[in-house]
C-alpha cells in the first residue's frame, strides 16, 4: 500500500532552544483513518501544523503526500496544499464570506468550473445540515454549525488527505456526530486519508484506525 | 458607509497626483506657447559694412529663421535739414546696413550667446544687438515659473504616493485573515491579492473619470480660457482623448505598482 506520509527522524521546534517532537518516525499508507492524541502541549497540533508545512522539520525527512516538505518551494507546498483539506479547532472561516462561499473556497483555487462548484456546495450543505442557512456569514452560526461548514469546506475538493485539529472539541453531540459521520464516510467511501488529532477517541468507531500518542518528544503508536 | 469611506481615501489620493500632474502638462503647454509667441516678437539685429546676402546670414547658425534688412530712410528723414539730394544719396551709401534676423524658436541664453558669436566671427558684420538682458530676464522667470510649478507637482506626487501606499497597507492588514486562510488552502499570491489589485484598479479607475469630469469642466470655463487669450496664448488644457489616456494610465499603473510591492514585500505567514 502507497504511504501518504513518511517521516523520518524529524524533529520540530519553534525556537532552537526547545525541541517539541525529537527524532520520530512516521509512516501512514493512503486511505488509513488516523488519530493522533497526547496531553495538552505535547506536540499534536505541532505534528499537525508540520504535515501541511506551516512548520517545517528542523531536521529529517517528511514526506506528504510524495512532496518533501524539509527545503519545500512555495509553488509545491501551495500545490499539496491543494489536495489536502483543513479542519481547524478555530475553524478558520472567512468572515465576510457566506458559508456557502467559504465551503467553495478549496474549489475556486483548485479551478473548478462554477456549476460542479456549486453541485458539490449544494450536496455539502445538506449532509451538514446546513442548506438553510447557506446565505448566512459565519459569526451569525453557532460553533458547532461553523465546524460543520469547516468540514464541508474540507471535503468539497475530494482531498487526498484530511487533517483535523480537534474537530469536535467544543461541540455539543449532535454536531460531533455529523463530523465523526463525515470524516468516516470520507474515508470509507473516497479512501481519504484521515488524520485526527484529539484528546479522546470516540468510543464507537465505524472504521479501523491507527493511534498513535505523542509523550515526551517522541511519538509511539498504540496496539 | 465604511466602505466607501475606504474607497474615498485612496480616490481623493489618486485623484490630487491626476490633478498636479495636468497642471504640471498645462503649465508646460502654456510656456511652450508663450515661447513661442515670444519668438516672433524677438530678433536680433546686425550691423553690416556691406550689403549682405541672406543665404549667407542663413548659413552663420540654423537657429536663424529669415533675414530682413532695415531700411535707413526713416533715420536719413530725420537727419535731414536742409541736406542736398547728392549728400543725402552720399550719406545713404556710406552708411552701414542694418539687419533684423527672425529666429525659428525662442532661445536660450546659450543659444543667444553662441549666435552673437557666430555672427561677430563673420568678416562683414560689425556689430550685434542681441538684446540679451532683456531676453535673459524674460527666459529665466518661465524657468522659474517652470520650475516651481514642477517642485509643487513633484511634492504632490512623493506626499500622496506615499499616502496611497500606507492606504493599500491598511487594506492588506484588514485582508490579511483572509489571505492567510486563502494560503492553507493552497491559493496562490495573485490569488490572494486578487482583492487588493482589484480594489486598487477599480479606485484608479473611479480617479480617472472623475479627473476627466473635472479637467474637462476646466477646459471649458470661459474665465480660463479668458486667462490665455489675454496673454496672447491658446493652448489645449485637456485633451479628452491623449490625456484622459495619459492619466488613466497613471493611475492604474501606479495603483499596480504600490500594490505589487506591498504584496511582494509581505512576509507570508505560513
Known amino acids: ?84 483539506g483543513i479542519v481547524f479547532q478555530d475553524y478558520k472561516l472567512v468572515k465576510e464570506w457566506t458559508i456557502e462561499k467559504n465551503i467553495m473556497l478549496p474549489l475556486i483555487i483548485n479551478g473548478y468550473e462554477k456549476n460542479v462548484t456549486q453541485n458539490q456546495v449544494d450536496s455539502l450543505l445538506k449532509h451538514v445540515r446546513l442548506k438553510h442557512q447557506s446565505g448566512k456569514y459565519p459569526l451569525e452560526l453557532s460553533g458547532g454549525e461553523q465546524q460543520r461548514v469547516a468540514m464541508a469546506r474540507a471535503l468539497s475538493h475530494n482531498p487526498i488527505l484530511i487533517l483535523a485539529d480537534e474537530p469536535t472539541g467544543n461541540l455539543d453531540d449532535y454536531s460531533s456526530g455529523l463530523i465523526w459521520n463525515l470524516l468516516e464516510g470520507a474515508n470509507i467511501q473516497l479512501k481519504t486519508t484521515v488524520i485526527v488529532v484529539t484528546h479522546h477517541i470516540p468510543e464507537t468507531m465505524n472504521v479501523e484506525y491507527k493511534h498513535f500518542h505523542i509523550e515526551y518528544g517522541s511519538i509511539h503508536e498504540v496496539n | 458607509m465604511k466602505s466607501i469611506k475606504n474607497h474615498l481615501s485612496l480616490v481623493i489620493a489618486l485623484l490630487s497626483i491626476l490633478f498636479s500632474m495636468q497642471v504640471f502638462v498645462v503649465a508646460d503647454r502654456s510656456i511652450d506657447a508663450y515661447k513661442e509667441t515670444l519668438a516672433h516678437k524677438y530678433s536680433v539685429v546686425i550691423v553690416s559694412q556691406k550689403t549682405l546676402i541672406d543665404e549667407d546670414i542663413l548659413k552663420i547658425n540654423d537657429i536663424v529663421a529669415s533675414v530682413e534688412e532695415l531700411k535707413p530712410d526713416a533715420v536719413i528723414e530725420r537727419l535731414n535739414s536742409g541736406m542736398s539730394k547728392k549728400n543725402m544719396e552720399l550719406l545713404k551709401v556710406t552708411l552701414p546696413k542694418f539687419y533684423k534676423l527672425h529666429l525659428k524658436y525662442y532661445p536660450t541664453p546659450n543659444e543667444v550667446k553662441k549666435l552673437t558669436k557666430d555672427l561677430i566671427g563673420h568678416t562683414s558684420i560689425k556689430k550685434v544687438e542681441d538684446f540679451s538682458h532683456t531676453h535673459d530676464t524674460t527666459y529665466k522667470l518661465l524657468l522659474l515659473f517652470k520650475g516651481v510649478v514642477t517642485v509643487f507637482a513633484l511634492c504632490i506626487f512623493v506626499v500622496t504616493t506615499l499616502l496611497i501606499f500606507k492606504e493599500l497597507r491598511i487594506w492588506q492588514f484588514k485582508h490579511t485573515e483572509r489571505m492567510s486562510i486563502m494560503g492553507l488552502f493552497g491559493a496562490p499570491l495573485w490569488l490572494r491579492s486578487a482583492v487588493l489589485f482589484r480594489l486598487a484598479i477599480v479606485d484608479a479607475i473611479i480617479a480617472s473619470v472623475l479627473a476627466y469630469g473635472v479637467f474637462t469642466y476646466i477646459s471649458m470655463s470661459p474665465w480660463i480660457l479668458e486667462q490665455f487669450t489675454s496673454i496672447g496664448i491658446e493652448i489645449v488644457i485637456f485633451d479628452s482623448v491623449l490625456d484622459f489616456m495619459k492619466l488613466s494610465m497613471i493611475a492604474v499603473g501606479l495603483s499596480i505598482l504600490l500594490a505589487s510591492m506591498i504584496v511582494l514585500g509581505h512576509k507570508e505567514e505560513v
Do not use: W
Open chain 1, 1 to 84: 500500500m502507497d504511504k501518504v506520509i513518511v517521516a523520518k527522524d524529524i524533529s520540530l521546534a519553534y525556537s532552537d532552544n526547545e525541541t517539541i517532537i525529537n527524532q520520530a518516525n512516521i509512516s501512514i499508507p493512503s486511505g488509513s483513518f488516523v488519530f493522533i492524541t497526547g496531553a495538552s502541549g505535547s506536540g499534536k497540533s505541532t505534528l499537525l501544523k508540520s504535515l501541511y508545512g506551516a512548520l517545517k522539520p528542523k531536521q529529517g525527512s517528511l514526506i506528504v503526500g510524495g512532496v518533501e516538505l524539509s527545503g519545500v518551494s512555495k509553488s509545491k507546498l501551495n500545490f499539496l496544499r491543494r489536495h489536502i
